[in-house]
Structure formats: structure tokens, C-alpha cells
């Protein structure tokens, strides 16, 4: 069972600076994106579970009723939209009670996990503060963190399952350049990794390939499910900025030219003059951007102005690619909610 373990304020409501507490329907807030966003979790195989500390819920500051009134209504309006949590678990206490639910401890959900059976490398936490990052740690699954009371963040997450490969990735637009990445090839790794440092896109990545063949399976399907999985995350690509364009890297200069337009289209113009680096076919690199553009849509052009490195030639283009990614990701404010495209789709 995959599950997709959640905070709520700050998370999927917003949280009242001054009290932190939701404590009458007029502080009823949902954040921008938390339905969507849900409601795509739950396309993908998830099952929702709320995990929620709530400050002395029973104590004349914030009587159980006034919690109640908001988290009912609340879970109301999701249900209206098909939205429904497995489990809901609440945590009443103040932080000086020193209770062995309140996260990050895991007393909330301890019985729950053992009883049940929980895909650990699918499954992650959703949460706004470092406490929710660390419950997830202490649940030996991953966690994608938010900014409190922001947008929900967008994630993406595919499985491609083959004769060939089987390949899991979970991508956080939003995120800070986390990563947890295990292609089976190592040169392969490192590079997913700056591409994830230098984006700030957090990405889980989880492959079992047919390397006893050889690489060619394994690095194209990683690209196909990765393209996917940030196509995914980024939906209807509305408000963002759509374009992102150069990074050196000492002796070697990269052009990644990028749209993020709905239309694959890819160009490479560079060479190798080795025939692998590390445990990666220089051959691949190519292969991988041509395979990620398709399931991205995107136009993606790499050019490699000069370079005496072949390491860093190839590192060069997963961190120029990143960082194009980075520029072309992000919300344009005066853009708003709106296409940025003449056509009316993308």
C-alpha cells in the first residue's frame, strides 16, 4: 500500500500566524492547489492519511468543540470532491507534555504501520515544517517539505514497469534539491543528483534494470519515467515561466536552450572521445535527453560550446539542464494563472 502521509496546517489550510490554531469556520482556508493536487495523489495509487499535531485540543484555550466545527467542514468539503483520508490522526497535546504521539515522534501512527502493510520506498510525508520532515524520517519513508501556508506543492510520480526495467520516481517541483536516487549505475546517479541539487526539484528515483545486458534499458527508461513524472507535476503548466536557458564548468561551457512548451523536440550537438565515463556509455547521454524531452514535451536543445573533460563535459549538461529546468519551473507573478502561450494550451 502506498501512502501519502500529510500535515494539515500549513499544509492543506492555512494556518493563522497569530494563534495557530483553525478554531471557527471563518479561519477555515484551503490552500491554493491542495484539491488538485490530492485528488492526483489519489489518481496515482495513494491512500491519504492526515497526521496532525493540534495544540491542547480540551484545554480552555481551544476547546475540543472549536477544533470540530473547522476540521469537519473541512474534510466536508473534500469528501464533495471525491477526497477522503484513510486514517486521521490527531495529536491533542502541548509540546510540554511530552507525549510520545506529537511529532516528530511516531506514536500517532506506530500501530498503524505495524498493522498494515506500507510500500516504505513509495510512500512519503507532506509537510510545512522540519518536525513533519523528521516523522518521516522516524517512519523510514521520504518527505516532501512545503513552505507554510504556500501553494500545495507540485509533485509527480510515475511507475514504468517492463519485461526490461522497473523504475519508481516521486518528483517535488517545489522542493529543495533533495534527492534520493539509486539507478544501479553510479556515473548515472551523480548526475541525477547535481540535476536535483541545481533544480531544487526533490526527486526520488528508485531503478532495477537489466544491467546484465547492458546500460542502453536501464538509461532510457529512467529518462522516460523521469520526463513523465515532471510532465506530470507540472499539469497545465499555467503562470510559469516556460523558457530557461548556459553554465560553465571550469574547462567546459554547456547551452541548454529549454521550453517547456507540450511539444518534444530535442537537438544535441556535441561528441565524446570516451567510451564510458565511470560505469555510464558516453553514448547514452544523448539517448537519455532524447527519451526525457519526449515524456517532458519539451523542446530541449544541449550544445557544448568547448571542453577538454569528459566528465565534466556530461556533468555539465545535467547541471546546465537543471538549472534551465529551475528558471522555467517557477511561477511568473505577473503572469499569474495564466497560460504563458498564445495558443490557449499547452
Known amino acids: 500500500m502506498k501512502i501519502a502521509f500529510l500535515d494539515r496546517d500549513g499544509t492543506l489550510i492555512y494556518e493563522p500566524p497569530d494563534t495557530k490554531q483553525v478554531d471557527s469556520l471563518d479561519r477555515l482556508r484551503i490552500l491554493p492547489g491542495v484539491i488538485d493536487g490530492l485528488k492526483k495523489l489519489k489518481q496515482d495509487g495513494y491512500e491519504l492519511v492526515l497526521v496532525s499535531n493540534q495544540n491542547g485540543i480540551g484545554t480552555p484555550q481551544f476547546p475540543l468543540e472549536n477544533f470540530k466545527i473547522p476540521q469537519e467542514k473541512f474534510l466536508s468539503i473534500l469528501k464533495d470532491e471525491g477526497i477522503e483520508f484513510l486514517k486521521v490522526f490527531i495529536c491533542p497535546h502541548l509540546q510540554s507534555d511530552n507525549c510520545a504521539c506529537r511529532k516528530p515522534k511516531t506514536g500517532m501512527v506506530d500501530d498503524f504501520l505495524k498493522n498494515n502493510s506500507i510500500d516504505s520506498e513509495k510512500s512519503f510525508f507532506i509537510g510545512d515544517r522540519l518536525t513533519d520532515m523528521e516523522c518521516a524520517q522516524n517512519m523510514g519513508i521520504s518527505g516532501f517539505k512545503m513552505e507554510t501556508n504556500s501553494a500545495f506543492p507540485r509533485i509527480g510520480i510515475m511507475e514504468r514497469v517492463t ?3 522497473d523504475v519508481f520516481t516521486a518528483i517535488n517541483l517545489d522542493g529543495s534539491g533533495k534527492f534520493q536516487i539509486d539507478t544501479g549505475l553510479n556515473f548515472l546517479n551523480h ?3 547535481q540535476f536535483s541539487k541545481h533544480s531544487l526539484i526533490d526527486v526520488i528515483l528508485k531503478v532495477k534494470g537489466d544491467l546484465k545486458i547492458d ?3 536501464t538509461v532510457e527508461d529512467t529518462a522516460l519515467t523521469l520526463g513523465t513524472a515532471l510532465s506530470k507535476a507540472l499539469g497545465e503548466r499555467k ?7 548556459l553554465l560553465p564548468m571550469d574547462d567546459t561551457l554547456v547551452e541548454v536552450a529549454l521550453d517547456l512548451g507540450g511539444r ?3 537537438v544535441f550537438n556535441g561528441d565524446f572521445k570516451r567510451e564510458k565515463v565511470g560505469d555510464l556509455p558516453t553514448e547514452m547521454v544523448e539517448h537519455f535527453f532524447r527519451s526525457l524531452s519526449d ?3 519539451a523542446n530541449i536543445h544541449i550544445r557544448v560550446r568547448y571542453s577538454r573533460n569528459e566528465h565534466h563535459k556530461i556533468e555539465g549538461m545535467f547541471k546546465a539542464f537543471a538549472k534551465a529546468m529551475r528558471m522555467a519551473c517557477d511561477y511568473d507573478p505577473r503572469l499569474g494563472n495564466n497560460l504563458p502561450s498564445t ?3 499547452l
Open 163 to 165: 519485461n526490461e526495467t
Open 191 to 193: 548526475v541525477l543528483e
Open 215 to 217: 546500460e542502453h534499458h
Open 239 to 245: 503562470g510559469i515561466r516556460r523558457y530557461g536557458f
Open 264 to 266: 518534444p523536440y530535442f
Open 295 to 297: 515524456t517532458l514535451k
Open 343 to 345: 495558443k490557449g494550451i
